[in-house]
T-cell receptor
Framework: EAQVTQNPRYLITVTGKKLTVTCSQN?????MSWYRQDPGLGLRQIYY???????DKGDVPEGYKVSRKEKRNFPLILESPSPNQTSLYFC????????????FGNGTRLTVT | AQKVTQAQTEISVVEKEDVTLDCVYETRDTTYYLFWYKQPPSGELVFLIRRNSFDEQNEISGRYSWNFQKSTSSFNFTITASQVVDSAVYFCALNHGSGYALNFGKGTSLLVTP
């Protein structure tokens, strides 16, 4: 089944403790992206990647890192999480063209205390 | 700069009513792509439709229809005879014609009550 898999679904952590949210897609998509969703703000892009070893900042990249060493994986790294990073995170992939719809993972709800 | 505005934050209707969700966009590109996504209470994001800037044909899919008007920069979504299962947050999104920089509106929360 074609899908984008994010893990974990729920994560509670403390300020400053490094964490990684994994994202994997099995559709051989070139494009991958991370979004955060916050009430009243909609979906905002954190980082995106057009292909392996190619990543770029989205609208809200501060406090996040990503890497794209393999086509299928695009982990999101929070080196030193803070409470303002408490949010619902979505990973997404697309085949690459600008007319391609995004396929989303099921989301990761992160709480930083 | 691209921008998507969904002015309706929340809409509440009674089952079987028709409802239209508004989406207004701004872009300087002549080639662009518009999308609608649905986020039901379970939280996942589901792709509904894509429209190219050079194709102004309206589209109907069952109870769903989309009205794309370049003259007013709008891409509105109508649900006919709404059902409780239509309750969700709906997002309109815009991508320009080169590369990939998808901008989402803030979403419209639709509640359909029995």
């Amino acid at each position: 089944e074609a899908q984008v898999t994010q893990n974990p679904r729920y994560l509670i952590t403390v300020t400053g403790k490094k964490l990684t949210v994994t994202c994997s897609q099995n559709m051989n998509h070139e494009y991958m992206s991370w979004y955060r969703q916050d009430p009243g703000l909609g979906l905002r892009q954190i980082y995106y990647s057009m292909n392996v070893e190619v990543t770029d900042k989205g609208d809200v990249p501060e406090g996040y890192k990503v890497s794209r060493k393999e086509k299928r994986n695009f982990p999101l790294i929070l080196e030193s999480p803070s409470p303002n990073q408490t949010s619902l995170y979505f990973c997404a992939s697309a085949s690459g063209g600008p007319n391609s719809p995004l396929h989303f993972g099921n989301g990761t709800r992160l709480t930083v205390t | 700069a691209q921008k998507v505005t969904q002015a309706q934050t929340e809409i509440s209707v009674v089952e079987k009513e028709d409802v239209t969700l508004d989406c207004v966009y701004e872009t300087r590109d002549t080639t662009y792509y518009l999308f609608w996504y649905k986020q039901p209470p379970s939280g996942e994001l589901v792709f509904l439709i894509r429209r190219n800037s050079f194709d102004e044909q309206n589209e109907i899919s069952g109870r769903y229809s989309w009205n794309f008007q370049k003259s007013t920069s709008s891409f509105n979504f109508t649900i006919t005879a709404s059902q409780v299962v239509d309750s969700a947050v709906y997002f309109c999104a815009l991508n320009h014609g080169s590369g990939y920089a998808l901008n989402f509106g803030k979403g419209t929360s639709l509640l359909v009550t029995p």
